[in-house]
């Protein structure tokens, strides 16, 4: 756990951060968020004391960073810079080691973590260890940084921009493989973006930053949903409450359903027909098959008939997809009700237009 509190910095006159205090959880990703001179970076810098605050405290569990030994702070507090910041006289292998060997790790097990590291950013060890920053792309030197930021296994990770210098889509998939590899490895993490985007999807709880203060510390649920001022609400966008709609699930807003199988149907037809006129139609072990007019039906062969079987893919979304893709699914489709899949496709329940569209209205405050 991260605590900073009542923390400043002046340079001369001026505020570069103005008394902040927030509590950053255990295992959590903390987004830095604000507009270019806010204070984002010497906010993060305090932390490792690459800059020393002009008052106030930081505690790393309990403990002051103020007190704790340098060597201590770079063994618990992994480092990735705004400007990736690769060693261009090193290799990619070399580069990973840095701290591991400051530590004095001995050679196989430095070996061993590199090529470890490069696998788990998804990197071909043997293709990548021996080359030089300058024969990689920006994707590749960016998950080298973020690589060797991990290398001694720290509890906490200090990023500043780490994605800045990659394409949108590479991006947003790092931002993705990011978020795995952090909720796998439990990491504390402060993270400073410009990119609201991309604190939507990685982070745990946001902070806005505005001329060294802090407007607003939240989940990124409830800052979309209720912006506390302008500022923050014009930061978020225009369009929040679709953003906000892709940090929830399916699952979390998913009804139970009826459905009939295509053997063994009849028995339940009188009381599904009370329900509605339709209903999802599964095989027997529940995977999605289409769905069916149920006035139409009272034989299997009529079944058969009044059966649009479809792929399930079109008419169904996965209970861990976002509400947003599936109101996507749903406006591209021309469908007001998905149904709701398992992992292995089977049926579960469904989700309804009526439904995102009513929690849409909940989460709008303002
Ligand atoms: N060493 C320094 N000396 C004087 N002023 C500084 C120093 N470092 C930062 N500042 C000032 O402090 C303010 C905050 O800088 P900081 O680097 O934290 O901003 P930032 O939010 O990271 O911006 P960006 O998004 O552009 O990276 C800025 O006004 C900057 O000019
Ligand atoms: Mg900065």
Request: glycine share 6%.
């Given at each position: 756990?991260?605590?900073?509190?009542?923390?400043?910095?002046?340079?001369?006159?001026?505020?570069?951060?103005?008394?902040?205090?927030?509590?950053?959880?255990?295992?959590?990703?903390?987004?830095?968020?604000?507009?270019?001179?806010?204070?984002?970076?010497?906010?993060?810098?305090?932390?490792?004391?690459?800059?020393?605050?002009?008052?106030?405290?930081?505690?790393?569990?309990?403990?002051?960073?103020?007190?704790?030994?340098?060597?201590?702070?770079?063994?618990?507090?992994?480092?990735?810079?705004?400007?990736?910041?690769?060693?261009?006289?090193?290799?990619?292998?070399?580069?990973?080691?840095?701290?591991?060997?400051?530590?004095?790790?001995?050679?196989?097990?430095?070996?061993?973590?590199?090529?470890?590291?490069?696998?788990?950013?998804?990197?071909?060890?043997?293709?990548?260890?021996?080359?030089?920053?300058?024969?990689?792309?920006?994707?590749?030197?960016?998950?080298?940084?973020?690589?060797?930021?991990?290398?001694?296994?720290?509890?906490?990770?200090?990023?500043?921009?780490?994605?800045?210098?990659?394409?949108?889509?590479?991006?947003?998939?790092?931002?993705?493989?990011?978020?795995?590899?952090?909720?796998?490895?439990?990491?504390?993490?402060?993270?400073v973006t410009h990119d609201i985007d991309e604190a939507i999807r990685i982070a745990d709880k946001?902070?806005?930053?505005?001329?060294?203060?802090?407007?607003?510390?939240d989940t990124p649920e409830n800052m979309l949903a209720a912006p506390v001022n302008k500022f923050?609400?014009?930061?978020?966008?225009?369009?929040?409450?679709?953003?906000?709609?892709?940090?929830?699930?399916?699952?979390?807003?998913?009804?139970?359903?009826?459905?009939?199988?295509?053997?063994?149907?009849?028995?339940?037809?009188?009381?599904?027909?009370?329900?509605?006129?339709?209903?999802?139609?599964?095989?027997?072990?529940?995977?999605?098959?289409?769905?069916?007019?149920?006035?139409?039906?009272?034989?299997?062969?009529?079944?058969?008939?009044?059966?649009?079987?479809?792929?399930?893919?079109?008419?169904?979304?996965?209970?861990?997809?976002?509400?947003?893709?599936?109101?996507?699914?749903?406006?591209?489709?021309?469908?007001?009700?998905?149904?709701?899949?398992?992992?292995?496709?089977?049926?579960?329940?469904?989700?309804?237009?009526?439904?995102?569209?009513?929690?849409?209205?909940?989460?709008?405050?303002?």
């Open positions: 756990m991260i605590e900073l509190i009542n923390v400043s910095k002046k340079y001369g006159d001026i505020f570069a951060v103005k008394d902040i205090s927030m509590t950053i959880g255990k295992a959590e990703i903390c987004v830095l968020i604000g507009p270019s001179g806010c204070g984002k970076s010497t906010t993060l810098k305090m932390i490792n004391r690459m800059v020393e605050p002009s008052s106030g405290d930081i505690l790393i569990d309990n403990e002051s960073v103020a007190e704790l030994k340098p060597e201590l702070l770079r063994r618990r507090i992994g480092y990735v810079i705004q400007s990736i910041g690769l060693f261009p006289h090193m290799t990619v292998g070399e580069n990973i080691a840095v701290v591991p060997r400051l530590l004095k790790w001995e050679k196989s097990r430095v070996a061993a973590r590199v090529d470890e590291l490069l696998e788990l950013v998804k990197l071909d060890a043997l293709k990548y260890r021996e080359k030089y920053p300058s024969e990689l792309s920006g994707g590749e030197a960016q998950r080298v940084g973020v690589a060797r930021a991990l290398a001694a296994d720290p509890p906490i990770l200090l990023m500043d921009e780490p994605f800045g210098a990659v394409d949108p889509l590479n991006r947003e998939r790092l931002q993705y493989e990011f978020v795995k590899i952090q909720k796998a490895l439990n990491k504390t993490v402060v993270f946001i902070a806005i930053l505005k001329a060294g203060e802090l407007v607003q510390y923050v609400h014009d930061f978020v966008g225009v369009d929040r409450a679709l953003k906000r709609l892709s940090r929830f699930k399916v699952g979390e807003l998913m009804r139970p359903t009826t459905s009939i199988t295509m053997v063994n149907y009849s028995t339940s037809l009188d009381e599904m027909r009370k329900k509605g006129r339709f209903s999802w139609v599964t095989d027997v072990n529940k995977r999605l098959r289409g769905w069916a007019e149920l006035t139409k039906i009272s034989t299997e062969k009529e079944l058969n008939e009044a059966l649009t079987e479809l792929d399930a893919d079109l008419i169904s979304a996965h209970v861990d997809t976002s509400l947003k893709d599936a109101l996507s699914k749903m406006l591209e489709h021309g469908v007001k009700t998905l149904a709701v899949v398992d992992d292995d496709t089977l049926l579960i329940g469904e989700i309804r237009m009526a439904d995102i569209v009513d929690f849409t209205d909940e989460g709008d405050s303002s």
